[in-house]
C-alpha cells in the first residue's frame, strides 16, 4: 500500500494535469432543467431568513470536497481493510478525518462513516443493545427524536421504550425543564439497558453528570444524542458529553456546519463493537466525498474564529428570544442556553403549523412545533422551534435579532409585502459573498 508520501507525490504530480470543466456551467449546458432548480434553491437560500435549527451554511471548502471525485470511490470497509481495491487515497481522508474528530472531541475513537445521525442512532443501540432491551429515552412530545422511540421508527419497533419527560412548572416560562427526580425514578422502574440523553428541541444545558450517576445507579449504557449540539462542544461553548457517555451520536450538517452525515464517538472499549454496528451490519459503502467534506468541517472547527463563531451562536439565540419575547412570544424555559428556541405563538390567535405557513410566505424558513404538554394536535401545535445557526453564519449579530423577531411578528399578524423586508435583511448578509 502506498505511503502518506507516496500519496502525496501522486497528488502534485496529477495536479499538473489540464482542468476539465466539471461545475456548473457543465450542468447547465447539458440539463437546464435541473439547473435552474439548483440556481432556484441558490436563490431561496440567499433571500430568505434560514431558522431551521437543524440547518448551517456549509464552506466553500466543504462544498468542494462533496463535489470532488471522491464520490466515485467504492470503500466497503475501513482503511487498510477495504472490501475493494485501489483505496490508498481514500484511506488517507477517512483517517485524516478520524483523527480530525478524536482531538476535537477528546473522544478515543471515531466512526465516521454513518450517512445521517439516524443511521449513527441505529448502529450504537445495534452494537450495544439487543431487539427487546429496555431504553429511556426522552419522551417525543417532550422533544425526543424519532429514533427515541417512535412506533414509525426502528426504535419503537425494535425495543421497549420509556419516555422522561420536562417538568410543566408553574407558568410556560418556568417549566420545560429535564425532571432529574423523576428521571431518576423511571431507571430504577423500568432498569434500562440504555439511557438515552438528547433531544431536537431542548434549549437548556444538559446535565451529562447527572444522567452519568443515573446510568451507573441501574447498570444502563448513557448514549448521549448531541445532534443539535456538537457543534457548539466543538467551539467551546457547550459542555463536552465524550467523558460522560458511553457513546455520543451526532450529525456533523448542523451547528458543526459541515457536510449532511452522522458520526459517532465512543471510548477503545467499545470501538470494535461500534466499527462493526455501522458496517458490515447497518450500512454499505461509505460516502468519501461526504467523509472528506467531514475532515475540512472538523479542521475548520479547530480553528480559533470557530469558537467566536459558536459563541455568538448563542448569543444571537438568546438575543432573539428575548425579542420574540418582546413581540408577544412566550419562550420555552424562558430562555436558551444554545442555538435552539421553542415559542408559543398562541397569542397571535395561530396554530405553530399556521405560524409555519404564514412565516413561509414572508420568506421566513422555520419549523412548527408541538410544545410539551400541548392543547393542539400533534400535526397542528401551538409552537414555533428555530435556531441562529444558519444566520450567524451570514454574519448577523444581536443587533439584527429584534429585527429577525421584529419580522416574524409581522408574519404572524398577517402583514402584506414582508418578503421584500426580508429579503433586503439578507441581502446585506450573502451566505457565499462573490
Given at each position: 500500500?502506498p505511503?502518506?508520501?507516496?500519496?502525496?507525490a501522486?497528488i502534485a504530480?496529477?495536479?499538473?494535469l489540464?482542468?476539465?470543466?466539471?461545475?456548473?456551467?457543465?450542468?447547465?449546458?447539458?440539463?437546464?432543467?435541473?439547473?435552474?432548480?439548483l440556481?432556484?434553491?441558490?436563490?431561496?437560500q440567499a433571500?430568505?431568513?434560514?431558522?431551521i435549527?437543524?440547518e448551517?451554511f456549509?464552506?466553500?471548502?466543504?462544498?468542494?470536497?462533496?463535489g470532488?471525485?471522491?464520490a466515485?470511490?467504492?470503500a466497503?470497509?475501513?482503511?487498510?481493510h477495504?472490501?475493494?481495491?485501489?483505496?490508498?487515497?481514500?484511506?488517507?481522508?477517512?483517517?485524516?478525518?478520524?483523527?480530525?474528530?478524536?482531538?476535537?472531541?477528546?473522544?478515543?475513537?471515531?466512526?465516521?462513516?454513518?450517512?445521517?445521525g439516524?443511521s449513527?442512532?441505529?448502529?450504537?443501540?445495534?452494537?450495544?443493545l439487543?431487539?427487546?432491551?429496555?431504553?429511556l429515552?426522552?419522551?417525543?412530545?417532550?422533544?425526543?427524536?424519532?429514533?427515541h422511540?417512535?412506533e414509525?421508527n426502528f426504535?419503537?419497533?425494535?425495543?421497549?421504550?420509556?419516555?422522561y419527560?420536562?417538568?410543566?412548572?408553574?407558568?410556560?416560562?418556568?417549566?420545560?425543564?429535564?425532571?432529574?427526580d423523576?428521571?431518576?425514578?423511571?431507571?430504577?422502574?423500568?432498569?434500562?439497558?440504555?439511557?438515552?440523553?438528547?433531544?431536537?428541541?431542548?434549549?437548556?444545558?444538559?446535565?451529562?453528570?447527572?444522567?452519568?450517576?443515573?446510568?451507573?445507579?441501574?447498570?444502563?449504557?448513557l448514549?448521549v444524542?448531541?445532534?443539535?449540539?456538537?457543534?457548539l462542544?466543538?467551539?467551546?461553548a457547550s459542555?463536552?458529553?465524550?467523558?460522560y457517555?458511553?457513546?455520543?451520536?451526532?450529525?456533523t450538517?448542523?451547528?458543526?456546519r459541515?457536510?449532511?452525515g452522522?458520526?459517532i464517538?465512543?471510548?477503545?472499549d467499545?470501538?470494535?463493537?461500534?466499527?462493526r454496528?455501522?458496517f458490515p451490519f447497518?450500512?454499505?459503502?461509505?460516502?468519501?466525498?461526504?467523509?472528506?467534506a467531514?475532515?475540512?468541517?472538523?479542521?475548520e472547527a479547530?480553528?480559533?474564529?470557530?469558537a467566536?463563531?459558536?459563541h455568538?451562536?448563542?448569543?444571537?439565540a438568546?438575543a432573539l428570544a428575548?425579542?420574540?419575547?418582546?413581540?408577544g412570544?412566550r419562550?420555552?424555559?424562558?430562555?436558551?442556553?444554545?442555538?435552539?428556541?421553542?415559542?408559543?405563538?398562541s397569542?397571535?390567535?395561530?396554530t405553530g403549523m399556521?405560524?409555519?405557513?404564514?412565516?413561509a410566505?414572508?420568506?421566513?424558513?422555520l419549523?412548527?412545533?408541538?410544545?410539551?404538554?400541548?392543547?393542539?394536535?400533534c400535526?397542528?401545535?401551538?409552537g414555533i422551534?428555530?435556531g441562529?445557526?444558519?444566520?450567524?453564519t451570514?454574519?448577523?449579530?444581536?443587533?439584527q435579532?429584534?429585527?429577525?423577531?421584529?419580522?416574524?411578528?409581522?408574519a404572524?399578524?398577517?402583514?402584506?409585502?414582508?418578503?421584500?423586508?426580508?429579503?433586503?435583511?439578507v441581502g446585506?448578509?450573502p451566505?457565499y459573498?462573490?
Amino acid at each position: 500500500m502506498p505511503t502518506a508520501e507516496a500519496s502525496s507525490a501522486h497528488i502534485a504530480a496529477t495536479s499538473a494535469l489540464p482542468a476539465r470543466d466539471t461545475g456548473f456551467g457543465r450542468l447547465r449546458d447539458q440539463d437546464p432543467e435541473l439547473a435552474d432548480i439548483l440556481l432556484g434553491e441558490t436563490q431561496r437560500q440567499a433571500s430568505c431568513l434560514q431558522l431551521i435549527a437543524g440547518e448551517n451554511f456549509t464552506s466553500p471548502a466543504v462544498l468542494a470536497a462533496l463535489g470532488s471525485p471522491l464520490a466515485n470511490k467504492y470503500a466497503e470497509g475501513y482503511p487498510g481493510h477495504r472490501h475493494h481495491a485501489g483505496c490508498e487515497l481514500v484511506d488517507l481522508a477517512e483517517r485524516l478525518a478520524v483523527e480530525r474528530a478524536t482531538r476535537l472531541f477528546g473522544a478515543a475513537h471515531a466512526n465516521v462513516q454513518p450517512y445521517s445521525g439516524s443511521s449513527a442512532v441505529l448502529a450504537a443501540y445495534a452494537a450495544l443493545l439487543v431487539p427487546g432491551d429496555t431504553i429511556l429515552a426522552m419522551s417525543l412530545a417532550h422533544g425526543g427524536h424519532l429514533t427515541h422511540g417512535s412506533e414509525s421508527n426502528f426504535s419503537g419497533r425494535w425495543f421497549r421504550i420509556a419516555g422522561y419527560g420536562v417538568t410543566e412548572g408553574a407558568s410556560f416560562e418556568e417549566g420545560g425543564r429535564i425532571d432529574y427526580d423523576r428521571l431518576r425514578i423511571l431507571a430504577h422502574q423500568h432498569r434500562p439497558k440504555a439511557i438515552v440523553c438528547g433531544g431536537i428541541a431542548y434549549p437548556r444545558t444538559i446535565d451529562y453528570a447527572a444522567f452519568r450517576e443515573i446510568a451507573d445507579d441501574v447498570g444502563a449504557y448513557l448514549i448521549v444524542d448531541a445532534a443539535h449540539t456538537l457543534g457548539l462542544v466543538a467551539g467551546g461553548a457547550s459542555p463536552n458529553p465524550v467523558p460522560y457517555a458511553d457513546v455520543v451520536c451526532a450529525t456533523t450538517h448542523k451547528t458543526l456546519r459541515g457536510p449532511r452525515g452522522g458520526m459517532i464517538l465512543c471510548g477503545a472499549d467499545l470501538a470494535q463493537r461500534i466499527d462493526r454496528a455501522v458496517f458490515p451490519f447497518s450500512q454499505g459503502g461509505p460516502h468519501m466525498h461526504a467523509i472528506a467534506a467531514k475532515a475540512a468541517a472538523f479542521a475548520e472547527a479547530a480553528r480559533p474564529e470557530f469558537a467566536l463563531y459558536a459563541h455568538q451562536v448563542i448569543a444571537n439565540a438568546r438575543a432573539l428570544a428575548d425579542a420574540m419575547a418582546g413581540q408577544g412570544m412566550r419562550i420555552a424555559t424562558g430562555g436558551t442556553d444554545t442555538h435552539l428556541i421553542a415559542a408559543d405563538v398562541s397569542a397571535f390567535g395561530v396554530t405553530g403549523m399556521r405560524a409555519r405557513g404564514l412565516c413561509a410566505g414572508a420568506g421566513i424558513v422555520l419549523d412548527k412545533y408541538t410544545l410539551p404538554y400541548d392543547k393542539e394536535p400533534c400535526a397542528a401545535g401551538s409552537g414555533i422551534r428555530l435556531g441562529t445557526a444558519a444566520v450567524t453564519t451570514q454574519g448577523m449579530g444581536e443587533q439584527q435579532m429584534p429585527q429577525v423577531a421584529d419580522l416574524i411578528a409581522r408574519a404572524l399578524r398577517e402583514e402584506r409585502g414582508l418578503a421584500n423586508r426580508v429579503a433586503e435583511l439578507v441581502g446585506d448578509f450573502p451566505p457565499y459573498p462573490v
